[in-house]
C-alpha cells in the first residue's frame, strides 16, 4: 500500500472537483459560489426544473469549532486497491485540518492542512513534503481550497448558493442546481431532514464524473452528520482518452464536537528528507 496515497485522500476526492472551478474560487475567507452565468445543455432536465421548481430552502449545516474523528479509509483505482486504513482526523474551524494515518500499532505519516499550505510527513520512508496551493494549482491545474475540503468533510454545502440558482423537486430530494460553462452540480438534500445527501457534478467539456455520496447519518451534538462518504470519480485520461473510475469511501466510527482545543501535534525531524 502506498502510505502517501492514504494521507492524500482529502485532496485527491477535491482534485477534479476542484479544477472545474480554477476562475471562480475564492481564496479569501468567505466561502466560494458557482458562477451565475447559466447555459443550456440538456432541454428536457430543464424542462422538468422548470415544471418542478419550487421555493429554495435552507440546508442544515453543521456547527462547530473543533472536530475529532477516528476513522476507516478505503481506496480502489485502477493502480491501488487498499482497505479500512485507519485515518484519524481534527478539525479547528476554517483553520486547521489534521490528520494522522496509522498501520499496524503504529503511525505510518501524519498531515496538516492551513489555508496556505499543505504539509505531510511520511514516517514510514522518514521523508516530509510541503506545497502551497499556488504550487498545486500550477501542477495539477485545479485550484484547492480550505474551505472547499472542510466543507466536503463535514457535509456541508460546498459553494454557497447564488440569487440565481435553482431549486426544484426530484423524489424525496430538493434539488440546488449550480451551473455555468464548464460545470453543472446538483446538491441532493433530504427535504425531511434538509441534510446535504448527495453532489453530483459533470464538467461539461469532457463529462468527468464526480459523485459524493453521504451515509449512515447521527446525531452529534444535536447535528446530524454523515458517518459514512462514498466518492466515485470518472475521469478521462489525458494519455490515452480513455474513462478511468477511482472509488473512495471513508467510515467514521466516532465523531466528536467540541468547543475545548484538542491539540494538532505536528513537527518534523531534523533526521527526515524534503522531497518537495
Known amino acids: 500500500m502506498n502510505n502517501k496515497i492514504t494521507v492524500w485522500f482529502l485532496a485527491l476526492s477535491c482534485i477534479w472537483f476542484t479544477s472545474c472551478h480554477k ?61 479500512n486504513t485507519n485515518v484519524n482526523i481534527r478539525i479547528k474551524k476554517d483553520s486547521l485540518i489534521w490528520l494522522s494515518v496509522t498501520g499496524v500499532g503504529f503511525e505510518v505519516a501524519r498531515g496538516l492542512i492551513t489555508p496556505d499550505s499543505i504539509v505531510f510527513v511520511d514516517k514510514f520512508h522518514k521523508e516530509y513534503f510541503v506545497f502551497t496551493y499556488a504550487q498545486l494549482s500550477k501542477q495539477y491545474n485545479f485550484d484547492l481550497n480550505f474551505k472547499l475540503l472542510q466543507s466536503i468533510i463535514i457535509g456541508n454545502l460546498p459553494f454557497a448558493p447564488a440569487a440565481e440558482s435553482k431549486y426544484y423537486k426530484e423524489n424525496e430530494f430538493v434539488v440546488l442546481h449550480q451551473e455555468n460553462t464548464r460545470i453543472v452540480l446538483d446538491n441532493y438534500i433530504d427535504e425531511k431532514n434538509l441534510k446535504l445527501q448527495k453532489l453530483k457534478a459533470v464538467e461539461v467539456p469532457t463529462k468527468n464524473t464526480f459523485v459524493l455520496n453521504y451515509e449512515d447519518f447521527r446525531d452529534v451534538s444535536g447535528s446530524l452528520f454523515p458517518f459514512g462518504s462514498l466518492i466515485n470519480l470518472d475521469v478521462q485520461s489525458q494519455k490515452d482518452k480513455q474513462f478511468y473510475q477511482t472509488m473512495m469511501r471513508i467510515k467514521h466510527n466516532k465523531v466528536e464536537l467540541t468547543g475545548k482545543n484538542p491539540g494538532f501535534p505536528f513537527s518534523i525531524p531534523s533526521s527526515y528528507t524534503r522531497k518537495r
Open 23 to 83: 476562475k471562480h474560487l475564492s481564496k479569501g475567507t468567505t466561502r466560494p459560489t458557482i458562477d451565475s452565468s447559466f447555459v443550456v445543455k440538456d432541454s428536457s432536465k430543464t424542462d422538468s426544473m422548470v415544471a418542478n421548481s419550487i421555493a429554495p430552502v435552507t440546508v442544515k449545516e453543521v456547527a462547530f469549532d473543533y472536530l475529532l474523528t477516528k476513522s476507516k479509509f478505503s481506496f480502489r483505482s485502477s493502480t491501488q486497491d487498499f482497505d
